[in-house]
C-alpha cells in the first residue's frame, strides 16, 4: 500500500482516484473544484479543496510524506506546470504529470516531472492496435518494440498444443498464459492444448504479431 496525493479531479484524475482505491492505496485527492472533490469521496482516504498552485497550501499537505504525487490537472497546463514545479520544490519524492500534447510532456519534465503520462496518446496507440485485428483484447506496451497481447485463439490454434504451434521459434513470441473463467493461468508447458474459450497472453514484436496473426 502506498500514500498517493492526486492532484486535479477533472474525468481523468477521478478514474485515477477510483483505480487506486480499487487498489487500496490511500489517496489524498485534491482539487479547487468542490464538486469535483465530493465526486471521489467514496473512493479515496481523504479530500481537501484547494489551489496547487499555492505554495502555502501545499506545504500544508506534507508533500515529503507522499510516496508519489500525481497531477493530473487537464484543463489549465500553466496549473499544471507550476503545481509540478512547486511540489518538486517542497521535497516530493516522485511526480508523476498528465500531458495532453506531446510538447507538453517536453515542459513538465524540465519543471521536474519525474514520469509524464500522455493518456490520449496512448489511449489511440491501444484504439488503433485493437482494431488491426478482431483477436486482439488487449494490449500493453512495454517499450518501443515489445508489449504484451492478449488475444482470442484463432480458429486454426484451438486444441493444438503450445508446442505444435511453435510460436516461439517461427515469430519470436513468447506465451505467457491463459485467461481461464476470468483467472490467469500462468503455468505453460510445451503440452498445454490451447482451448477457443479461453484467451492467450503472449509477449512479442508488434510486427511479428502481425505477421503471426496475418494483418
Request: charged share 30%; proline share 3%; glycine share 8%.
Amino acid at each position: 500500500m502506498k500514500s498517493v496525493l492526486l492532484i486535479g479531479l477533472g474525468r481523468f484524475g477521478q478514474h485515477v482516484a477510483r483505480r487506486l482505491g480499487d487498489l487500496g492505496h490511500e489517496v489524498m485527492a485534491v482539487d479547487s473544484d468542490e464538486e469535483r472533490v465530493d465526486a471521489v469521496l467514496p473512493y479515496v482516504t481523504s479530500a481537501q479543496i484547494g489551489d496547487s498552485t499555492s505554495r502555502e497550501f501545499l506545504a500544508s499537505l506534507d508533500i515529503p510524506g507522499f510516496d508519489a504525487c500525481i497531477v493530473a490537472i487537464g484543463d489549465n497546463f500553466q496549473n499544471s506546470l507550476e503545481t509540478t514545479d512547486l511540489l518538486k520544490e517542497l521535497g516530493a519524492g516522485k511526480v508523476i504529470a498528465r500531458a495532453s500534447r506531446g510538447v507538453q510532456e517536453k515542459f513538465l519534465l524540465r519543471c521536474g516531472a519525474d514520469e509524464v503520462v500522455y493518456p490520449e496518446k496512448q489511449l489511440a496507440a491501444w484504439t488503433a492496435i485493437r482494431c488491426t485485428s478482431d483477436h486482439i483484447l488487449d494490449y500493453i506496451e512495454l517499450d518501443e518494440d515489445y508489449s504484451i497481447f492478449e488475444l482470442s485463439i484463432p480458429e486454426e490454434w484451438e486444441g493444438r498444443s503450445v508446442l505444435q504451434l511453435d510460436l516461439r521459434k517461427k515469430y519470436g513470441i513468447n506465451i505467457l498464459g491463459l485467461r481461464r473463467e476470468g483467472r490467469l493461468d500462468m503455468r505453460i508447458g510445451p503440452d498445454t492444448v490451447l482451448d477457443g474459450a479461453c484467451p492467450l497472453l503472449i509477449l512479442g514484436r508488434q510486427k511479428e504479431v502481425n505477421r503471426c496473426l496475418r494483418i
